[in-house]
């Protein structure tokens, strides 16, 4: 056998370039089941050229015997250069190792060539290409043209591969031009590719114009046109490319079959899922097709259908790694977390097959859900033991479930020790600041992303843009606004929503309405959005108006439309319209009220003053076991003064249990408002022995783009001194005009000059002179406060907008107040 290799290497001049022919001619543009549309076994068709060349298969198992007699030790020596006597050893070798996917070490050995060949460079641009190494493709492929290498018919399309990773739309254009001077534009190898580029850089009208100018179309050209309008979502011309295809004579394959499904998946065409199944069915006689099968439970799952993808799944003989993988995540995507975790358990220990990056980034989806920390830093530790841990996709959902388990200091921790992000990254950091109240974290990481080029997308900016309104911060979020618009994300409803809300809790509403009005496409959440906005402003007739225009352009209200106009009537004192559209809601659109629906019922009613009405509610409600509903009675027993009421409401809310510290606070206030100190300090000192602690008020100010917080009697901020000259000022012209501190609001047992000494110095009083002292002269003021105004500020308020002639917008935590000439736009509904 020793002798059969080496006679056989003795006379191999020529079949290395044989090998390379029938390896770079047999599938260029992957028409097979590993090409670049996957699936289609038959490929291109018969031609003469290929049938002639000896089987590449054979002659490499011949090539690997030789080179591990004879070869290896002389590959292993230190040398700069190989000399002819090694190049058909070194050539050989080199294709091993991108055949083996090493494309590391075809690189090294290839740099060691002197002067190689078209057949070479072509070898290992294509390797690079295929092996997610575009830039070291197109890098390739300027150093061949630099050495003066022309390249020819095979070169065009592994660059133009590369080129489609890239989306570098001018470099493939300038291949384009190539190939049309020297006479290859209608060769269906490069057309094809072309086409592939043109179809990913979203060219849509050039590929048609080329495809159709095409002399002959084999099936991966229709392929190439049927992925890249699936891959924009055109639903419906994908499907009547599947059809015009079909009416030429050319019958769909597996790799049609992969690219249809995913367009049809997003428009959840359930019935149009199934006729592509039946299709699988008639067409293929292996009824477990892997790629089909994986393709086609996956879809079902987008269509919630998840009945029909374990059928398929459990039809699938032969899985691997990427149909568990699917199968992973459609429970997720199903919201079957429990199922997801007992798959993969399944596939991980009983099948032992490797979890892939996005098995893995669907377990921690299911972690997030679920709210399991301790098995998602277990996860977190299996992936820093197996590599995983470097993968981006893994690490993005890393990032992701830390946020949502409410660990944001750890998701913080990890964003920092990434070696690469992405826009994902920075989306899913910035997502989870904000949702942990980490808004100006959420800010300062934007301006890090900005700072590092990576490009934002619309998911960014629907994170970035409520961070804006949860600070208040109209300043950064007009400038948010502006940089979508350049961005061109301006088109995008879920941008726009947020925008939308973003100036409605920014206390400009009209601009809101503005940009509602405008946007070319709106959605239930748009309505919704600007709904609340109204809401939350006191404006519950233009709430109402909306809602009916919203039936007016055939939208259906789901159950957050009530509770935006409920709230709406709550905060405008509309109780009996509020009590209609309750009723409205079950008896004529058929939605269940959920427990916020109730909350908002006993809110409406004990705003209005109709507290035993609201009691009787309550008790008849199936949710009178909520502590929330009684925290809503009881914080309207505060605003009447109820004592009693609020008593027996406090004594349901402890059997209950405690939600949190909010409702220890309003009976205490309820007794320190009725002087019943000693009652009040035996609240405080029950909530202090559970545990729970009262959050500091505090009120903030955005100017010039910067925002100022305060806390009652701050002394911290640099202009201290001026501000506390400046209220005392005030305090004295509003002493002239009638104005008396109301002591009642102050909690603590002491004098009558301490209380009103107190209240003078809570935090948006504070606040409000900062901006009197920053602002000129009639500038309106806007304050945000995390907790409600208290009743004294409300009123000082009135007569510090009359003294200074500006008006002045305090967002609290339940709505805003508008302050002008004395009077409140909120009515006394607060």
């Known amino acids: 056998m020793t002798v059969l290799r080496r006679s056989l290497f003795s006379g ?70 190989f000399d002819k006597a090694d190049l058909s050893v070194v050539e050989n ?4 190792h991108i055949s083996c996917g090493k494309v590391d070490l075809a690189l090294l050995l290839f740099e060691k060539i002197d002067r190689p060949g078209v057949f070479l ?14 830039r070291g493709a197109v890098d390739l492929f300027r150093r061949m043209i630099s050495s003066g290498v022309t390249p020819n018919k095979f070169t065009f399309p592994f660059f133009l591969k590369a080129c489609s990773g890239l989306l570098a739309l001018n470099h493939g254009m300038e291949i384009h031009g190539r190939v049309m001077r020297i006479g290859l ?68 394959n597996s790799s049609t079959v992969v690219a249809l499904l995913p367009t049809i998946g997003e ?60 199968m992973i995540g459609a429970y997720v995507s199903c919201d079957r977390m429990v199922q997801a975790l007992e798959a993969f358990n399944q596939m991980v220990l009983d099948k032992h097959y490797p979890p892939t990056p996005t098995t893995l980034a669907s377990i921690l989806r299911a972690c997030a859900r679920l709210t399991d920390l301790s098995r998602g830093r277990h996860l977190h530790g299996y992936l820093t033991k197996s590599g995983f841990s470097s993968d981006i996709t893994v690490g993005n959902s890393l990032l992701s479930m830390y946020s949502k388990c409410g660990n944001v200091g750890d998701a913080l921790v990890l964003f920092g020790e990434m070696g690469t992000r992405d826009t994902v990254s920075y989306s899913a950091i910035i997502s989870g600041c904000l949702q942990n109240g980490s808004a100006e974290v959420a800010l300062r990481i934007f301006r890090q992303m900005q700072a590092s080029s990576t490009e934002p997308d619309s998911a960014t900016m629907v994170g970035v843009i409520p961070a804006c309104s949860h600070l208040a911060a109209l300043q950064h979020g007009r400038c948010s606004h502006g940089y979508v618009v350049v961005r061109g994300l301006s088109l995008d409803t879920s941008v726009c929503n947020a925008l939308v809300d973003m100036y409605a809790k920014c206390g400009r509403i009209t601009l809101a309405r503005n940009l509602f009005d405008r946007m070319s496409k709106r959605d239930i959440v748009s309505w919704n959005t600007m709904m609340s906005g109204y809401g939350i402003h006191g404006l519950g007739k233009e709430a109402l108006s ?3 225009g919203l039936q007016a352009v055939g939208l259906e209200p789901d159950d957050v439309t009530f509770i935006g106009v409920l709230t709406a009537c709550s905060h405008s004192g509309l109780v009996e319209e509020g009590k209609e559209f309750f009723s409205a809601m079950s008896e004529k659109f058929n939605l269940v009220p959920r427990v916020e629906h109730c909350i908002c019922m006993v809110d409406l009613l004990g705003r209005g003053g109709f507290l035993q009405e609201a009691r009787d509610f309550v008790q008849k409600i199936p949710f009178a076991q909520d502590v929330r509903v009684w925290g809503a009675l009881l914080s309207a027993c505060r605003l009447h003064k109820d004592v009693k009421l609020g008593e027996e409401v406090s004594r349901m809310i402890q059997k209950l249990g405690p939600e949190g510290t909010g409702n220890f606070v309003l009976l205490s206030n ?69 104005y008396r501190p109301d002591t009642s609001y102050v909690l603590q ?64 935590a339940n709505r805003f107040h508008h302050f002008k000439n004395g009077t409140c736009s909120c009515g006394g509904f607060w």
């Open 749 to 812: 047992n002491v004098e009558e000059e301490e209380k009103e000494h107190l209240l003078l110095y809570h935090s948006e009083k504070l606040a409000i002179s900062f901006g009197i002292l920053s602002l000129s002269a009639g500038q309106p003021i806007f304050v945000a406060k995390n907790l409600r105004i208290c009743g004294d500020c409300h009123t000082a308020t009135k007569f510090i907008s009359m003294i200074t002639r500006r008006e002045i917008t305090v967002r609290d």
């Open 93 to 96: 070798r080199l294709f091993h």
């Open 670 to 738: 309820i007794y320190s408002a009725a002087g019943r100190f000693d009652e009040a300090a035996s609240v405080r000192i029950l909530q202090r022995d559970q545990g729970f602690k009262k959050s500091p008020g505090c009120s903030w100010i955005e100017i010039r783009g910067r925002v100022h917080a305060f806390v009652g009697g701050d002394r911290s901020h640099p202009c201290s001194s001026k501000i506390y000259e400046t209220l005392g000022d005030l305090f004295i012209e509003m002493r002239k005009m009638g």
């Open 546 to 548: 909306l809602f009916f």
């Open 12 to 81: 191999f001049n020529l079949v290395p370039r044989l090998v390379r022919c029938q390896w770079l001619a047999a599938n260029p543009l992957g028409s097979g089941e590993t090409g670049l549309i996957t699936g289609g076994a038959s490929g291109r068709g018969s031609s003469g050229r290929l049938e002639l060349l000896p089987d590449a298969d054979a002659v490499d198992r011949l090539l690997l015997g030789a080179l591990r007699d004879d070869g290896a030790a002389r590959l292993d020596k230190p040398c700069d250069r």
């Open 267 to 326: 428009a959840k065409a359930l019935s149009q899922v199934k006729s592509v199944h039946g299709f699988c069915v008639r067409r293929y006689t292996d009824k477990a097709h892997v790629l089909v099968g994986t393709a086609l439970l996956d879809v079902y799952a987008k269509c919630l259908s998840l009945d029909y993808s374990e059928k398929v799944f459990d039809g699938v003989t032969a899985k691997n790694e990427v149909t568990w993988s699917a």
């Open 121 to 134: 460079w072509n070898a290992m641009i294509r390797a690079c290409s295929w092996n997610g190494r575009p």
């Open 185 to 252: 534009h209608s060769d269906v190898f490069i057309s094809t590719a072309l086409l592939d580029l043109y179809m990913k850089c979203g060219q849509l009208k050039i590929s048609r114009r080329m495809f159709d100018k095409m002399p002959h179309r084999d099936i991966v050209a229709w392929n190439a046109m049927v992925a890249g309008c699936s891959l924009h979502g055109m639903h419906e011309d994908t499907l009547s490319l599947v059809l015009e295809m079909q009416r030429a004579g050319v019958i769909p």
